[in-house]
């Protein structure tokens, strides 16, 4: 990923705050988004061009933003459980890019090794880099999707519980992230 010449540092850490994770995860009857924070973040360098990086992101912040409420309430408590994330087990979740391929300027196919409950497995997506006014860059991932069960989170999926009917949850989540790198 070329950032421009001004990047000289082996090792750069993005702006967490600034940055999004954005999720949305859908079953027979409807579906649920919200967000879920990166807790830190760094990319590796080698001249201008990023080689790498490792994201770890704050399980434990998991948010519904389709609900409001005791529904709002119930779900992020149940996502937060061992039939999802078993965030007391496994506060954190984790990417480490490990290959960044150029395919048009500024536009970036990235694989990366994601691990969730100390499960990893591969993931690749395309990103979009774009110099801000202020010289910050935002790197965006376009909206990608994991199969949840490759991480052992099965609760509800027709793929491993037959007769469920309209309780069956789609094993896909879908992400939209968005990493901010400052100046």
Known sequence: MTMGTTLTASTIKVDAKASSIKWEASKVVGS?????????????????K??????????????????TGDLKAMLEKHLKSDDFFAVEKYPTSKIVLTKI?????????????LTIREKTNPVTFDAIVTTNADGSRTITAQKFSIDRTKWD?????????????DKAINDSIYFEVTIVVPK
């Open 32 to 48: 649920h988004h919200g967000t879920v924070a990166l807790k830190e973040g760094e990319l590796k360098t080698d001249k201008d």
């Open 101 to 113: 391929v150029e395919n048009t300027a500024n536009n970036y196919t990235v694989t990366g090794d």
């Open 153 to 165: 989170i099965i609760y509800g999926s027709g793929s491993f519980f037959k007769g469920l009917a």
């Open 50 to 67: 990023v080689t790498g990086g490792t994201f770890i992101i704050d399980m434990t912040t998991i948010v519904n933003e389709d609900q």
